[in-house]
């Protein structure tokens, strides 16, 4: 902080403000002028309350006692403080605090009181605008939920087969041991302050042992802690992507992937996986895609919402695209290890040794504990291609809201460490049954075709409209079965947004 503290004022020293006495100035505004007592021009300049330029009209140097000053700065709009007149009281009253004039105050200084009159950079009138990030951040399943008109069966209890947090409803909770592990660090007060911003060291040691395979080890230098997985898919795609590059995304997907990079001003190319298949990616699609500006690839494994889990070809297969075309991955690995019986789940880094990637992950579903808000980055780069620009620009946007909650990262080293190998394999066991339960039922229904997910807390499920003719799409079938049913599942153009498929219903089956 000092460091760039000197640089600023050093700069602020280095800088030079226009060649212009006071009669020229009081030539270009028709006002007298006198410097004031106890204030040079560059003064005045370095604490914003004049700006002169060769193609802006200076401001009047004002001869005034401190107070009358700020009221004064507050007049113009086209003042451009250079130090925080709010929190700098040496500049003004001892107060410290900034209170603007009243209209009469501003009247008796003849302030400007049209828009043709006012100096460049002032307003007739209050008008504030949203930002670019603002306007194009859209959370698709938000806006077509938020939409539908649902009106329950009364006299039938609501099953909401649709949020994909499995607390809600008390069918799982967090493991007795981060439980505990989080109580303890609260207890210790060790961790009731701000940590780094990339994490505490102790929470991201534990974090590269327990992401550490023997073909893709990491150190704790290779991890990023950050405020869940969403937050870490966040800071891997702004890293990697600017306005006017493009981003390949799975269609069906989830979609923050769309939310995040379309508020950047980053394009999303849609790459399909194949249903008949398993989910597997149409490699020769997504290859189609790849450009110049191509910035990324996300790669979804285990699957929200497919449920599907890579096989170990299938995976080595996307990364020889992804290393022909030179293009890094976004591993969105989230549901890590919760897979069904009879299939395996690789990290997809453990698999190269070629391709860049940022593999995204955290403690949301796998530990039961989506609310606690941390999860992680771990960079995996042997070849040093995100040694430049990449890894220290996600330092750099780790900064921007000083990492995640720091009790919980306290915790991190007992829950990674404690938690028992039992306690996973009963989550599975029952994400499983109620998959299977769901699966045989529905093939049971004409005109609906389930796909048996192979992990993950999904299900999705084919809708043929030639059964349903009374139905135009997913999105009324899904509302006439919770007005007659009080059953809600998502319909499948929440996900399938990009692609416009509207024949599909999501079940989350946790």
Not at 366 to 380: A, L, M, N
Request: aromatic share 8%; net charge negative.
């Amino acid at each position: 902080m000092e460091q760039g503290q000197d640089v600023l004022t050093q700069r602020s020293r280095d800088w030079k403000p226009p060649n212009q006495t006071a009669e020229e100035v009081s030539a270009a505004t028709g006002t007298a002028l006198d410097e004031p007592d106890g204030y040079s021009r560059n003064s005045l300049f370095r604490i914003g309350c004049a700006k002169i330029n060769s193609s802006t009209p200076a401001l009047p140097f004002l001869k005034s006692s401190h107070s009358d000053l700020r009221k004064r700065a507050s007049v113009y709009s086209d003042v451009t403080p250079t130090t925080d007149i709010e929190s700098d009281c040496s500049l003004f009253d001892s107060e410290g605090s900034f209170t603007p004039p009243d209209d009469s105050y501003a009247m008796q200084q003849g302030s400007p009181s049209d828009a043709s009159s006012l100096s460049p950079g002032g307003r007739a009138e209050w008008k504030a605008r949203s930002s670019y990030m603002a306007k194009n951040t859209l959370n698709p399943i938000r806006k077509i939920v938020d939409g539908m008109k649902l009106t329950p069966n009364p006299e039938k209890a609501m099953i909401a087969l649709s949020i994909g947090d499995p607390t809600i409803y008390k069918n799982f909770s967090p493991p007795e041991e981060a439980v505990r592990a989080v109580k303890d660090a609260a207890d210790s007060k060790k961790f009731d302050g701000y940590a780094p911003s990339t994490g505490i060291l102790s929470a991201r040691e534990a974090v590269a042992d327990y992401a550490s395979r023997s073909t893709s080890p990491v150190t704790a230098k290779d991890v990023i802690l950050t405020s869940g997985a969403s937050h870490a898919l966040e800071l891997s795609i702004s890293v990697l992507c600017d306005r006017g590059s493009n981003l390949l995304i799975p269609c069906p997907g989830f979609s923050i992937y769309k939310t995040i990079a379309c508020s950047l001003g980053v394009e999303c190319r849609s790459y399909r996986l194949q249903p008949e298949l398993d989910w597997e990616i149409d490699l020769d699609q997504l290859a189609s895609l790849i450009d110049a500006d191509t910035a990324a690839i996300v790669v979804n494994n285990p699957s929200n919402p497919c449920g599907s889990v890579y096989t170990k070809e299938h995976l080595q297969a996307i990364l020889e695209v992804a290393d022909y075309y030179k293009v890094p991955v976004i591993a969105d690995e989230i549901y890590d290890d919760l897979v069904f019986p009879g299939h395996v789940f690789y990290p997809m880094a453990s698999l190269t040794e070629t391709v860049p990637v940022l593999a995204c992950n955290g403690l949301t579903k796998k530990f039961i504990c989506p609310g606690w808000r941390v999860g992680w980055i771990t960079i995996h780069d042997r070849d040093g291609i995100l040694e430049e620009e990449i890894r220290p620009g996600l330092i750099s946007l780790s900064q921007r809201i000083l990492g995640p909650n720091a009790l919980v990262q306290g915790a991190i080293p007992t829950i990674l460490s404690t938690v028992p190998r039992s306690f996973f394999d009963g989550i599975i066991a029952t994400v499983h049954a109620n998959a299977k339960a769901s699966f045989d039922i529905m093939s049971g229904i004409p005109g609906l075709s389930p796909i048996m997910p192979a992990g993950a807390m999904y299900m999705m499920t084919r809708i043929d409209m030639e059964h349903f003719p009374e139905f135009e799409d997913d999105l009324s079938f899904t509302s006439q079965l919770v007005s007659e049913q009080s059953v809600f599942c998502l319909p499948g153009q929440v996900i399938f947004s990009v692609c416009l498929d509207k024949k599909f219903l999501l079940l989350h089956t946790s």
